[in-house]
C-alpha cells in the first residue's frame, strides 16, 4: 500500500463494483480483477465524500465490465526474458545475468445470453513468471569456514583458562583446530552455506535466488436489464497464486499459496428524480506461506539440535544471527496462516430535490480472522563474539563467527505453543450528505458520516491483556473477551465548495477555486490485537554472561528456570479509534480551452495514531520514576526483573503533512495527450506503526521524552515529478488520406 497524503500505508480503502474489497487485516487489495475486466478505476487521494468507507488515506473505486448485445473478444500475450536485458549495477560481470523469463497472457469474452435483455462478460489471466534480483552481501570464505582467523581479531579459547591470571589462552595460530569445530556448525556449513562467489569485493557474495510465480486470475459478470430499466449484476472474481518466493539472501526460498475469492451482487432501481443502489458481497482471502521443508524434512533435528518443537508444520532452520556474516535461515516469521472470510453489505439512494442532490445510506460489514503468524518458533541464536573474546581485553578481540564455529551462543529466543487466533468484529456506518447548487457559479458539499467498529473479539476467549492496576508490582496477565473499549463517538463531518471565478479579460480563462475538509476515522491494523493470543505462547529469551559457556548450538534452550524470561504485549484498553483531518484548497484554470492547470494546497493531521512502548526497561517509565540511564546488568535494572520485553500499545501518535501540488493537463491536436504533476511536502510525525521492527521501526530512542522522536515520516518523500504522454494512432482512413 503507497502512503497517500501523509496516511499511514494501511488508512487506504478498495472497493470493487461498489463492494468492500479491502483485507481488514492489514488494509490491503483482498481481490485483485483481472486488467482485462476493468471498465473504469478511480482514485481519490483526497477529501473523499462522506459516501466512502474510512479512507484516511485515499480511496480507489474499481468498476467492472459488463457484456452488450454483440460478441467481443480479446487475447494478448506479453513476454520477457533477460537475453533483452541489461545488467543491472550489482551483477557481477563473471556470472550470468539474473534470469527474467515472464509469461502474461490472457483473453476476454463477452456477449448476449440467451435470457432477452441478459449479457455476460468472461475473462481469465494467466502468469508464469521465474525471475531474480541480484543482492550483494557478505559470507564467510573458506579459510574462516575451516577456523582460520589469520589476519583477524586475536581469538581466545573459553575453555582453556591460565589459571595464575584467570585470562583465556589464545588459540595457537589464531587457528581453531578442526577438532573444536562445533559438528552441528561444520554440517549446516557444509549443507546450506555459499561460499564466496564475488572474490575481492567488499560484499563478496551475489544472491540471484529466482523467484517462481504460477498465477491464474478470472471473472465473470452477468448483467440482466429489467423492462423498467432497473438492473441486476452478479460477479465472481477469483486469484490464485502459488509459487516459491525467494526473499533477499541470507533468506532460504519459502513456499507460497495464496488464493482470493469475491461473489458480488448489486441491484440499481430508478426513476427520474431518484436511484437506489444495493450491494451484497461475500470476499473470502487466504494465504498459505510455510519454508520449503515444512511437512518433509526436520532440518533442525536432523543437524543435531536438541530442545526445538517437533511440528512439521515449522520445520526449517533456526535463525543463527552472526553479527558479521550473512548465514542462511528460513524466514522467522514462518509459518504463516491467514483466512478471512468478509460479508458486506450497502445501501444507498440518491434524488434531486430542486437545487440539492440528497444521498443517504448505509453499510454492515462482518469480518472475520483465522490468523496465525509465527515468530521464532525455530529460534534465533546470537553470536557476538563474546567467548573467543579475552576477559577484559584491553584491545579488540574475538570474532562472531568464531564462536559459531565453537558453537556457543550469547542469547538465544524463541515462542513456544500454539497461537492460531480466530478473530470477529462488526461494522456499522450511515452517512447522509448534499451537493447544494446554491448558485450557477456556487456549488456546496455537506456531509456526516457516522461509524462504529466493534473491538475484535477471540472466538474461543483465548486473548489475555496486561492489567496494571497492582502498580508498582507486576502486570498480571488477565482474559480479555475483548481487550479495547467500543468507541461510540465516531462522526465524520465532510464539507467543500467549487466556486467558478468570474472571466477575467486576458488569456486567463476559466477559474475555478475549490475548498474543503474532512475527517476520517481509520481503525489499526488487527495485529495490535492478535498480539494477545501470543501472551498464552511461552516467549523464552535466554542470556549467558560471555564468560561461562551455557548455551550451545546442541541445547541452545536448556530447561533452566534461571534463563528464561516471558515477554508479553498489552494494549491499552483505553484506546480511541484513529483518524485523519484533511483540508484542502486550490486554484483550476483552463490552458486555452484544451487542458487544465491546477495548483492546490493539501494538509492532513493525524490523531490517536497507534504506536508501541517498550516499557520493562531500566528507565522504570511503566511506573513513572522516569530514571536515567545507569550501570548495571539490564536485568536486575528493570522494574520488573523477573519478566522480559514488554510492548504496549497506545494511541497517542500525531502526525501533519502540507504539500503544494503542481498539475497541468494538455491535449493537442492530432491525438497527443499530456499530463505532468509536481508535489513538494513534508510529512512529520513521532511514530511509524505500532509494530516493532516495520519500517525500521524499534521504538523511542527514550522513553521518558516522546517529542524527541517527531521527526520526517518514514513514508516521507519531499518533491515527487511525474509524467506521462499517450498518442492515440491515426486512424486506417488518414493513413489512407
Given amino acids: ?77 506479453f513476454f520477457r526474458n533477460e537475453v533483452t536485458d541489461a545488467r543491472n549495477f550489482f551483477d557481477a560481470p563473471s556470472l550470468p545475468r539474473p534470469i527474467v523469463r515472464r509469461n502474461q497472457f490472457g483473453g476476454s469474452l463477452s456477449g448476449p445470453l440467451p435470457l432477452p435483455r441478459s ?13 531474480a534480483k541480484s543482492s550483494l552481501s557478505i559470507v564467510p570464505d573458506a579459510a574462516l569456514r575451516s577456523g582460520d582467523f589469520r589476519g583477524g581479531n586475536p581469538i581466545f579459547d573459553p575453555l582453556n583458562l591460565d589459571l595464575s591470571t584467570g585470562l583465556r589462552r589464545p588459540f595457537a595460530g589464531n587457528v581453531i583446530p578442526a577438532a573444536r569445530i562445533d559438528s552441528i556448525a561444520s554440517r549446516f556449513l557444509g549443507l546450506f552455506q555459499p561460499l564466496p562467489n564475488n572474490p575481492g569485493a567488499t560484499s563478496n557474495y551475489l544472491d540471484a535466488t529466482p523467484i517462481l510465480n504460477t498465477d491464474d486470475n478470472l471473472s465473470g459478470r452477468i448483467d440482466h436489464e429489467f423492462p423498467n430499466h432497473n438492473r441486476l449484476f452478479g460477479r465472481y472474481t477469483f486469484n490464485g497464486e502459488r509459487g516459491t518466493v525467494a526473499g533477499f539472501f541470507p533468506l532460504l526460498p519459502s513456499s ?20 437506489n443502489e444495493i450491494r451484497f458481497s461475500f470476499t473470502r482471502f487466504r494465504v498459505f506461506s510455510v519454508p520449503q521443508s515444512a511437512f518433509k524434512n526436520n532440518i533442525a533435528k536432523e543437524l543435531g539440535i536438541n530442545g526445538l518443537a517437533d511440528d512439521p508444520f515449522s520445520y526449517g532452520l533456526p535463525f543463527f544471527l552472526v553479527t558479521n556474516f550473512n548465514l542462511r ?22 434524488w434531486n430535490r430542486g437545487r440539492h442532490v440528497l444521498k443517504a445510506g448505509f453499510q454492515w460489514a462482518r469480518f472475520r480472522m483465522d490468523y496465525r503468524l509465527s515468530r521464532l518458533d525455530r529460534g534465533r541464536l546470537i553470536f557476538t563474539g563474546a567467548y573467543s573474546a579475552q576477559l577484559a581485553a584491553s584491545v579488540p578481540s574475538g570474532d562472531p563467527f568464531a564462536d559459531f564455529l565453537l558453537g556457543l551462543p550469547q542469547r538465544t529466543e524463541r515462542n513456544v505453543g500454539p497461537s492460531q487466533a480466530d478473530l ?24 456526516l458520516r457516522y461509524e462504529y467498529v466493534s473491538p475484535f473479539r477471540e472466538e474461543r476467549g ?11 508490582a507486576p502486570p498480571k496477565l488477565v482474559p480479555a473477551a475483548r481487550p479495547v473499549e467500543p468507541d461510540r463517538n465516531d462522526f465524520a463531518p465532510r464539507a467543500g465548495l467549487a466556486l467558478r471565478l468570474p472571466r477575467m479579460p486576458g488569456p486567463i480563462g476559466e477559474v475555478v477555486f475549490r475548498a474543503g475538509y474532512g475527517l476520517y476515522y481509520s481503525p489499526e491494523i488487527a495485529t495490535e490485537t492478535y498480539d494477545l493470543i501470543r501472551n498464552g505462547v511461552r516467549n523464552e529469551s535466554n542470556q549467558a554472561d560471555g564468560v561461562r559457556p551455557i548455551l550451545t548450538l546442541r541445547d541452545p534452550f536448556p530447561q533452566s528456570a534461571t534463563t528464561g524470561l516471558p515477554g508479553y504485549f498489552g494494549i491499552d484498553p483505553r484506546v480511541r479509534t484513529p483518524y485523519v483531518q484533511q483540508w484542502a484548497a486550490g486554484f483550476q484554470r483552463e490552458i486555452a480551452g484544451r487542458g487544465v492547470l491546477e495548483l492546490v494546497y493539501i494538509g492532513a493531521k493525524g ?16 511506573t513513572g520514576e522516569n530514571l536515567p540511564p545507569r550501570p548495571g546488568d539490564i536485568t536486575t535494572l528493570r522494574p520488573f526483573p523477573a519478566l522480559g520485553p514488554i510492548v504496549q500499545r497506545q494511541h497517542i501518535a500525531n502526525s501533519i503533512y502540507h504539500s503544494l501540488e503542481a498539475r497541468v493537463e494538455r491535449r493537442f491536436t492530432g491525438g497527443l495527450f499530456l499530463l505532468a504533476s509536481f508535489v513538494w511536502s513534508k510529512s512529520i510525525d513521532d511514530a511509524d506503526t505500532p509494530l516493532p521492527g516495520q519500517f525500521g521501526s524499534f521504538g523511542a530512542q527514550d522513553e521518558r521524552n516522546l517529542r524527541l522522536e517527531r521527526g520526517l515520516s518514514f513514508h516521507d518523500v519531499g518533491r515527487r515529478l511525474s509524467g506521462g504522454v499517450v498518442y492515440r494512432l491515426p486512424s486506417r482512413q488518414s493513413w489512407r488520406g
Fill in 1 to 77: 500500500n503507497p502512503s497517500i497524503h501523509g496516511a499511514r500505508p494501511y488508512a487506504n480503502r478498495h472497493l470493487l463494483d461498489g463492494a468492500l474489497d479491502t483485507d481488514q487485516n492489514a488494509f490491503a487489495i483482498a481481490v485483485t480483477p483481472p486488467l482485462e475486466s476493468v471498465q473504469e478505476f478511480r482514485i481519490i487521494t483526497s477529501l473523499p465524500s462522506a459516501e466512502f468507507p474510512q479512507g484516511g488515506g485515499g480511496v480507489v473505486n474499481i468498476v467492472t465490465r459488463s457484456g452488450g448485445r454483440d460478441f467481443h473478444g480479446s487475447g494478448f500475450e
Fill in 256 to 275: 507460497q499459496r495464496l488464493r482470493a475469492q469475491q461473489a458480488a451482487l448489486g441491484y440499481t432501481a430508478a426513476q427520474a428524480s431518484w436511484i
Fill in 462 to 472: 483465548r486473548l489475555l491483556n496486561l492489567d496494571y492496576s497492582g502498580l508498582p
Fill in 329 to 350: 535461515t528460513d524466514d522467522p516469521v514462518l509459518p504463516q496462516v491467514q483466512r478471512d472470510n468478509l460479508w458486506h453489505l450497502s445501501e444507498s439512494l440518491a
Fill in 424 to 447: 470477529l468484529q462488526n461494522s456499522l456506518a450511515g452517512f447522509v450528505q448534499d451537493d447544494w447548487r446554491v448558485h450557477p457559479r456556487l456549488t456546496l458539499n455537506f456531509g
Fill in 607 to 622: 490523531t490517536h495514531l497507534g504506536r508501541f512502548r517498550n516499557f520493562n526497561t531500566p528507565l522504570h517509565v511503566v
Fill in 119 to 131: 449479457f455476460f462478460f468472461a475473462t481469465y489471466e494467466g502468469l508464469r513468471d521465474k525471475s
